[in-house]
Antibody, heavy 118, light 106 residues
Framework: QIQLVQSGAEVKQPGASVTVSCTTS????????IHWIRQARGRGLEWMGR????????TYAERFQGRITVTRNTSTNTVDMHLTDLTVDDTVVYYC???????????WGQGTLVTVSS | VMTQSPDTLSVSPGERATLFCRAS??????LAWYQQKPGQPPRLIMY???NRVTGVPGRFSGSGSGTEFSLTIDSLQSEDSAVYYC??????????FGGGTKVEMK
């Protein structure tokens, strides 16, 4: 079955960086985009960026430009999201999600809580 | 910008719930709806404004185009209690979500 499994929770200090991994299985990795979406506790959903695993093309939301890097590994069918210069406002749950060329998200990872605290 | 209303909807079991989503500019029918329960990721339930995802109960229906959309849940069941989000995928970046509507049982 189709699965997106994310790495575990992280605790970081302000100014640090974090990498969250998303390991996919059950489908052809190169056929779908992987997006990163985040959600503050009790709040709405915010799209951060996406990668085309086939062409390695990345697109990021403007507010994260310069801080976010999304990479993919076609050998392990994994997509990583790296976020730098963390602040307390980055204390949220991060999700990876899959889409076809129509950017609606049909499968999601379980979520990864990143806590930024001194 | 996607705006959802109301923020919270309290509905008696078996009654109908209607949720609204408004786009600040036309998104054609490139709109999806998600259901999110506590501690879980969102679940896609509707796409193309009115196409139900396989496995979603028939009591869920979507309508609208352009800037005005609605999601209707007929004969509300206890398992339908959740937060519902709309999302436009017509123009990006960024892909954008509404703020959510919480549906609770009265």
């Amino acid at each position: 079955q189709i699965q997106l499994v994310q790495s575990g929770a992280e605790v970081k200090q302000p100014g640090a960086s974090v990498t969250v991994s998303c390991t996919t299985s059950g489908y052809i990795f190169r056929d779908y985009y992987i997006h990163w979406i985040r959600q503050a506790r009790g709040r709405g959903l915010e799209w951060m960026g996406r990668i085309d695993p086939n062409g390695d093309v990345r697109t990021y939301a403007e507010r994260f430009q310069g801080r976010i890097t999304v990479t993919r590994n076609t050998s392990t069918n994994t997509v990583d999201m790296h976020l730098t210069d963390l602040t307390v406002d980055d204390t949220v749950v991060y999700y990876c999600a899959r889409s076809s060329g129509r950017y609606r998200f049909d499968y999601w990872g379980q979520g990864t809580l990143v806590t930024v605290s001194s | 910008v996607m705006t959802q209303s109301p923020d919270t909807l309290s509905v008696s079991p078996g009654e109908r719930a209607t949720l609204f989503c408004r786009a600040s500019q036309s998104v054609s029918t490139n709109l999806a709806w998600y259901q999110q329960k506590p501690g879980q990721p969102p679940r896609l339930i509707m796409y193309g404004a009115s196409n139900r995802v396989t496995g979603v109960p028939g009591r869920f229906s979507g309508s609208g185009s352009g800037t005005e959309f609605s999601l209707t849940i007929d004969s509300l069941q206890s398992e339908d209690s959740a937060v519902y989000y709309c999302q436009q995928y017509n123009k990006w970046p960024p892909l954008t979500f509404g703020g959510g509507t919480k549906v609770e049982m009265k």
